[in-house]
């Protein structure tokens, strides 16, 4: 739910133009795009999923749910 307020200001950053954004939300962004970042280049249990379907299910199990 987080994540999707979040995409929800993305979405009117890189379709409306909008360009403010509550210093809470720019936090949320940073922490999540840096999990995910982290994840990807240093946990085994990341590097080693072989398909793109096996990351998009562990980004949904671990970050939107």
């Known amino acids: 739910r987080e994540v999707n307020n979040l995409y929800g200001i ?16 720019l936090r ?3 922490e999540y795009t840096y999990f995910v970042l982290f994840s990807l280049l240093t946990k085994d249990e990341v590097k080693n ?14 970050v939107l749910l």
């Open 28 to 30: 949320q962004i940073r």
């Open 49 to 62: 999923l072989g398909t793109k379907e096996a990351l998009n299910q562990w980004f949904e199990e671990k």
């Open 10 to 25: 993305r979405s009117g950053i890189v379709h409306s133009g909008k360009t403010e954004l509550a210093d809470l939300a």
